[in-house]
């Protein structure tokens, strides 16, 4: 049994480009939770996916936005990036929504925005 | 809008001793769970215990047990023996138990350092 996997493992980036963060959920998982790590902080929400249809929403603006493809991996995409932006992005898969005990987490992606 | 709060950014202790980590929570909702989470240099959120609000008993899970008190609004987290394995920051983490929210609210950890 495969666990979360993220890639890439670090990314830099410049004020105001775009950046695509990706997950692979564990097997037999279904949904898929974003959280953003600032650094001393905790993982913040972003977003929920079930069912390729995004399912639940923390206070983060629309420029991050995500995906879920069929075969349930996910997507997390950031526009105009900011300096702000700078954090450890978590994935993490359960075998259904409303599982409150299958989580699993990924390694994270860390995206430095310069 | 429910609250997460480590009032303790670090904490130390030698090994084969025993630490007790803080958290208090802010919710207005009767049922409700609540994690304690391991995150190691690797970066990756390793659960260490669980604690469902409508159980009185407070979980155990080897060396690692909790103090839930429900009227306070606190969860403690107490490692027994501690082990140099153990040094990681420590977040203690809330979910709603309404079955349409999944989201894990946290707080903002706690370093552990393990001393030999």
């Known amino acids: 049994e495969t666990g979360v996997t993220q890639s890439p493992t670090h990314l830099i980036k410049t004020r105001g480009q775009q950046v695509t963060l990706r997950c692979s959920s564990q097997s037999g998982h279904n949904t898929v939770s974003w959280y953003q790590q600032a650094l001393g902080q905790g993982p913040q929400f972003i977003f929920q996916y079930y069912r390729e249809e995004e399912n639940g929403r923390g206070n983060f603006p629309p420029r991050f936005s995500g995906l879920q493809f069929p075969n349930y991996s996910s997507e997390l995409n950031v526009n105009a990036l900011e300096l702000d932006d700078s954090a450890l992005y978590l994935c993490?898969?359960?075998?259904?929504?409303?599982?409150?005990?299958?989580?699993?987490f990924g390694s994270g992606t860390r995206l430095t925005v310069v | 809008a429910q609250t997460v709060t480590q009032s303790q950014p670090e904490m130390s202790v030698q090994e084969a001793e025993t630490v007790t980590l803080s958290c208090t929570y802010d919710?207005?909702?009767?049922?409700?769970?609540l994690f304690w989470y391991k995150q190691p240099p690797s970066r990756q959120m390793i659960l260490v215990i669980r604690?469902?609000?409508?159980?009185?008993q407070n979980a155990t899970e080897n060396r690692f047990s909790v103090n839930f008190q429900k009227a306070a609004k606190s969860f403690s987290l107490k490692i027994s023996d501690s082990q140099l394995g153990d040094a990681a920051m420590y977040f203690c983490?809330?979910?709603?138990?309404?079955?349409?929210?999944?989201?894990?609210?946290f707080g903002t950890g706690t370093r552990l350092q393990v001393f030999p």
């Open positions: 604690q469902e609000a409508y159980k009185q």
């Open positions: 983490a809330y979910r709603s138990a309404m079955r349409n929210t999944d989201k894990l609210i």
């Open positions: 919710t207005s909702e009767s049922d409700y769970y």
């Open positions: 993490a898969s359960s075998p259904r929504t409303g599982d409150p005990y299958g989580y699993t």
